[in-house]
């Protein structure tokens, strides 16, 4: 069976938690979470099956440990891997850059090769613009989660994007239900 490689950034350690929240639902013998701040780009060769998990900071702007990336994982070859994207907001108090760049990673990896899978409904949000939607589909480009306005309704929203990635990945092992 296939690892899954799960890459996130994070300051505040939000985007890390939501991480292991991931982890605990796939499993932690299918999934190997890795700190962007710590990785090269040689590990991504190591999986197929990727997920990637960045918070946007203020005004659109990407978080610290994957901007001091951004040059390396434009460089990664995502041929042939299949990739899952999640991205942590504020859609009230940054209504104008709500997960920008969780749609400036996608933008670099899909010109890298990468195929996306777990695009997400916009509805249930109130935003003004995102680089992370698609336009006129009604969707994120990956799992949209606000910590700071909608900090209930991350656990559903967990829930249901890792069914939906699980199935997308076509993953044998059980979904495993957590009470976090």
């Known amino acids: 069976m296939s690892r899954i490689g799960l890459f996130f950034g994070s300051d505040e350690g939000n985007t890390e938690g939501v991480a292991y929240r991931?982890?605990?639902?796939?499993?932690?013998?299918v999934v190997d979470v890795l700190d962007i701040a710590d990785v090269t780009q040689l590990e991504f060769a190591d999986y197929d099956l990727i997920i990637l998990g960045i918070p946007t900071w203020d005004f659109g702007q990407i978080q610290s440990d994957?901007?001091?990336?951004?040059?390396?994982?434009?460089?990664?070859?995502?041929?042939?891997?299949?990739?899952?994207?999640?991205?942590?907001?504020?859609?009230?108090?940054?209504?104008?850059?709500?997960?920008?760049?969780?749609?400036?990673?996608?933008?670099?990896?899909?010109?890298?090769?990468?195929?996306?899978?777990?695009?997400?409904p916009t509805e249930g949000y109130d935003f003004d613009a995102s680089k992370a939607e698609i336009p006129a589909a009604g969707k994120f480009v990956g799992l949209a989660l606000d910590e700071d306005q909608q900090e209930e309704l991350t656990r559903q929203r967990l829930d249901r994007w890792c069914e939906?990635?699980?199935?997308?990945?076509?993953?044998?092992t059980p979904l495993i239900t957590v009470d976090d």
């Not at 991931?22 to 013998?29: A, N, V």
């Not at 907001?89 to 920008?100: I, N, R, S």
Request: a negative charge; zero cysteines.
């Open 22 to 29: 991931i982890q605990r639902r796939l499993g932690e013998d």
């Open 66 to 120: 994957w901007e001091e990336f951004w040059g390396d994982i434009s460089e990664v070859d995502f041929s042939g891997k299949t990739v899952a994207l999640f991205g942590l907001g504020d859609q009230f108090g940054y209504g104008d850059y709500f997960l920008d760049a969780m749609g400036m990673l996608h933008d670099v990896i899909v010109a890298a090769g990468a195929r996306i899978i777990g695009h997400w």
């Open 164 to 172: 939906q990635i699980h199935l997308q990945f076509d993953l044998t």
